[in-house]
């Protein structure tokens, strides 16, 4: 298409605000409209729970370009509380109702941009309409919520959903005061990851005293005479708090999509191409409305993240303005900071494998706990990072890590790698940023990609911790006595690495030896020294600490 194009755009905050800053940046020409329902474009909203936390104090920070500024920056016509109400595909027409006046209008398209993102759900429990529960979107959403916490004077909270936003507001609702208890109906928190990796997570909201209703399902909402919130449990229990958090996810805005005749996708999103382009030639979608291609699986996936939505956006405008550019797919990298835990992972989970019978029996995880920087300098923390491949040729399938420091660096190497279809082998090689107060001349991305390819190499073999109890295995706990008397794998016998070469004799030959130590280092080289003196070993990836987390200790 040649420039000069009447271009429309429906939702002004991540997708729609990129794609109409690129496309000016591409079309002096064009005429760009951007329509917003809500009173504020291109908006924060990855910032708002941290307004009502107060960590960020103006709202107008929160403001990333106002109506005014688009107008005189990008010469958008940028026209707030106007919501498009319905698609006339054949006129290529929208109608438009201004909610200020009540009015409707039509205007016309030569490329139709759909941007209009997810909504919270809302469960369809009794009394989700209540006064004082509430779902987090927007501006008006925290201004409300900021209210009600500060003229109920507010003591407690609920949040219901232990997912990225839920627990976001949990922190800073605490931040506020609030004495917070959340309810998850999965076993755990954060949902979207393998259960063990979460475990540093539920340490730390217990720390900060945050209570935990975990496998918890609410079923209704009641006012209390004394003005608190009543949530009625599925286990029969129940819990009262002055303020509700709904983040039980969201749902993609598909209203408009639909009555437009648009195909939808099985997951419910819109379904758009590479180019983002829907299944009319001249309406493109982008953000947290759409299904895209997961770029391991090659399935349809929804991923309502701020990343994709802007990347799309600005695709959407290349293509509409005659540039040949394809959306890669997605990967999930997402981040989480919980208080003074940082949360972050890419690709698939062992869960999500598992889910979809995808690699089955062909892929393989590790476990590490390596510094964040070189243990010598002051300040190292440990980051617990697991990395999933494939057995057969070492792609890299999907990470996770937690910690306090570095931890969203190193998901993000292995993000890119992901990307570009590397394998741990390329994680082995990879150059890195190296001074001490920064990584280690090793970093624990060049040990994650040491330990799988020792894996796939056949150098090392390795277990995992479910192991410990399947079989009738011997667990060898190769720590010092002094780590081992704090505590041990039940079953386990000790022999300090250090003295195994002289007290091998106490090691049965006819049976499976599963050693371990705290981390997965030292069992490593006892199971190398076994091995090569004819022991059938396997050294327990992650080790004790890995083994505690998944048993949900620290
Ligand atoms: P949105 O940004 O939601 O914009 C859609 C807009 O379209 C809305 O303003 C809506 O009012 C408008 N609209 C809808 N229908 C119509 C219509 N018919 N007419 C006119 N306007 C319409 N992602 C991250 O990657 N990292 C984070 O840390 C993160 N934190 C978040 C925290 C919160 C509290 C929230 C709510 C989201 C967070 N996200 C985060 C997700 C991220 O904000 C979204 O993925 C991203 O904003 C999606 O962009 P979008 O353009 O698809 O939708």
Redesign the pocket.
């Known amino acids: 298409m040649a420039s000069g194009k009447r271009i429309l755009i429906?939702?002004?905050?991540?997708?729609?605000?990129?794609c109409a800053a690129r496309a000016r940046r591409l079309s002096e020409e064009a005429e760009i409209i951007m329509?917003?329902?809500?009173p504020?474009?291109s908006?924060?909203?990855?910032?708002?729970?941290f307004y009502i936390g107060d960590v960020i104090e103006k709202e107008d920070a929160l403001m990333v370009a106002s109506p005014r500024l688009f107008k005189e920056r990008f010469n958008v016509d940028v026209r707030v509380n106007?919501?498009?109400?319905s698609i006339d595909r054949r006129n290529s027409e929208i109608t438009?109702k201004d909610l200020s006046s009540g009015e409707t209008y039509m205007e016309k398209y030569d490329a139709l941009v759909?941007?209009?993102?997810?909504?919270?759900v809302r469960l369809p429990i009794p009394g989700i309409d209540l006064p004082g529960v509430f779902t987090?979107?927007?501006i008006p959403?925290?201004r409300q919520i900021r209210e009600w916490v500060w003229e109920k004077g507010s003591k407690s909270a609920l949040v219901v959903g232990g997912g990225?936003?839920g627990l976001?507001?949990t922190e800073n609702l605490v931040k506020r005061g609030l004495t917070v208890t959340v309810v998850e109906a999965q076993s755990h928190v954060m949902p979207a990851l393998d259960p063990e990796m979460v475990s540093p997570v539920h340490s730390e909201l217990k720390r900060r005293e945050v209570s935990l209703r975990l496998g918890e399902s609410v079923t209704g909402f009641q006012s209390m005479p004394d003005g608190s919130i009543r949530a009625g449990l599925a286990s029969g229990g129940e819990e009262r708090a002055d303020i509700v958090i709904l983040?039980v996810g969201?749902w993609p805005?598909t209203?408009?999509a639909r009555e437009a005749g648009l195909e939808i996708g099985d997951l419910g999103g819109i379904r758009v191409d590479s180019r983002m382009r829907t299944s009319d030639p001249r309406i493109w979608a982008?953000?947290?409305?759409?299904e895209v291609r997961d770029f391991i699986t090659g399935g349809w996936t929804l991923?309502?993240?701020?990343?994709?939505?802007?990347r799309?956006?600005r695709i959407a405008a290349d293509v509409i303005l005659g540039r040949d550019r394809e959306f890669r797919g997605v990967q999930g990298t997402?981040?989480?900071g919980v208080f003074d835990v940082t949360v972050a992972s890419t690709g698939l989970s062992e869960k999500t494998l598992k889910r979809l019978g995808l690699w089955n029996g062909d892929y393989e995880k590790i476990y590490l706990h390596p510094a964040h920087h070189a243990l010598y300098y002051p300040g190292a923390k440990t980051i617990s990072l697991k990395l999933i491949f494939s057995k057969k040729d070492g792609r890299i399938i999907g990470c996770q890590a937690a910690g306090k420091e570095g931890v969203e660096k190193r998901v993000d190497v292995i993000s890119m790698a992901i990307q570009s279809n590397r394998t741990v082998f390329d994680l082995e090689e990879a150059e890195l940023c190296y001074a001490p107060q920064y990584g280690s001349a090793r970093d624990p991305i060049n040990v994650a990609g040491m330990i799988a390819a020792n894996v796939l190499r056949g150098d090392s073999s390795i277990a995992q911790w479910e192991e410990i109890d399947q079989g009738a295995p011997f667990v060898l706990d190769v720590r010092d006595v002094k780590e081992f008397d704090k505590g041990h794998v039940e079953q386990a016998v000790n022999i300090p690495l250090d003295q195994l070469r002289t007290r091998m004799n106490e090691v049965p030959g006819d049976r499976d030896i599963l050693a371990y130590c705290l981390v997965g280092q030292r069992s490593y080289y006892a199971m190398r020294l076994l091995s090569q003196s004819g022991f059938k070993a396997k050294s327990i990836t992650g080790g004790y600490r890995t083994f505690l987390a998944a048993k949900g200790g620290k």
Do not use: H, W
């Not at 991923?303 to 802007?310: H, K, R, T």
């Open positions: 429906v939702g002004g905050v991540a997708g729609g605000a990129s329509f917003e329902k809500g504020f474009v908006f924060a909203n990855c910032g708002l729970p106007s919501e498009v109400v438009v759909l941007s209009p993102g997810a909504a919270p987090l979107r927007n959403d925290t990225f936003i976001e507001m983040s969201v805005e209203k408009l982008v953000g947290d409305a759409v991923i309502p993240l701020a990343g994709p939505a802007n799309q956006g997402a981040v989480c």
